[in-house]
């Protein structure tokens, strides 16, 4: 199966904009990215801070046929987006529960993950953040971006790519047999 893509250039955030979309629509699985998000959230209501080229992206899908529990997929989807990270980056990524990633104890990436229910089928949202090219400045935590760690520019396109086929790769997986 395929997530189907839905690109936009500024979203509120694309946690909202996937729960919107699942509860007016047909659709059982996508990706939802966006260039800019005004108002991206974290983990305990925390805001994202958005910085422009940085990488914004939701996942969701209908979990009928999934086999795991939200606290596995939790830590399922931090480490499919650790190994995307990892293929760039070849030093130590920490996974630090329940949903960051870690470099040098800098936050690298945040994941943020809700359920909401349209009719009888529940969904699973998985929002992404991946520090790509800017830090953001966060009192009393570290961030760090993966273009200064590699001491190189990466195509956003590219990793957008590569983690839209992890998570079709993993999809495929997890469904029932």
Known sequence: MKFKILRFKKLRSTNDTARRIIRNSNLDYGMIITEIQSHGRGQYGKKW????????????????????????????????????ISKYYKKK????????????????????????????????????????????????YQTINLNDLVNKKISKKKIET????????NFKLNKSK
């Open 49 to 84: 801070i958005s910085l422009k080229g940085n990488l914004f992206v939701s996942f969701f899908y209908n979990l009928e046929n999934i086999s795991l529990t939200i606290k596995q997929l939790t830590k399922k989807n931090c480490l499919l987006v650790k190994k995307l």
């Open 93 to 140: 990524i920490i996974y630090k529960k329940p949903n960051d990633l870690l470099v040098n104890r800098k936050k690298i990436c945040g994941i943020l993950q809700e359920t909401v229910k349209r009719l009888n089928k529940e969904f699973l949202i998985v929002g992404i953040g991946i520090n790509l090219i800017k830090n953001p400045i966060i009192s009393n």
């Open 162 to 169: 590569e983690l839209k086929n992890i998570f079709e790769k």
